[in-house]
């Protein structure tokens, strides 16, 4: 008996989320919304972090927390106005992302309800 691939394994592994990862932080960097939310100059913590994140999120070597502890995403994200234009141009740069990588329509539709739905629930400033 095979014990079943986790999503991470499904999709490619690292190297696939690798490449989801910097494709968004590419449309991120240049983005007049979000931008301003990262104070760090250099955007590559940053990017890690996610890259890290997602990669335990989805079934992968839980980096993340050995390094962070809990995710804990609504409290790290609360110092940072986040709304609906913000979500939304959020959500603009990880469509590209995961439109720039050949995953299945089934895995697309997956992660594509993940996100969204994580994007919403980062919202904390009212429009």
């Known amino acids: 008996m095979t014990e079943a691939q986790t999503f991470y394994e499904e999709i490619g592994g690292f190297e696939t989320f690798r490449r989801i990862v910097a494709k968004f932080y590419e449309g991120v960097a240049g983005d007049e919304v979000l931008r301003p939310l990262y104070p760090e100059q250099d955007l590559g913590p940053a990017e890690e972090r996610f890259l890290?994140?997602?990669?335990?999120?989805?079934g992968g070597p839980t980096t993340y927390s050995e390094q962070r502890g809990h995710p804990r995403l609504r409290m790290r994200h609360a110092p940072f106005p986040v709304d609906t234009t913000a979500r939304d141009h959020w959500l603009r740069h990880f469509r590209a992302a995961l439109d720039s990588v050949a995953l299945t329509p089934e895995q697309d539709a997956q992660f594509?309800?993940?996100?969204?739905?994580?994007?919403t629930f980062m919202i904390n400033t009212p429009d």
């Open 112 to 119: 594509w309800a993940y996100i969204t739905h994580a994007a």
């Open 52 to 58: 890290l994140f997602l990669v335990q999120y989805w």
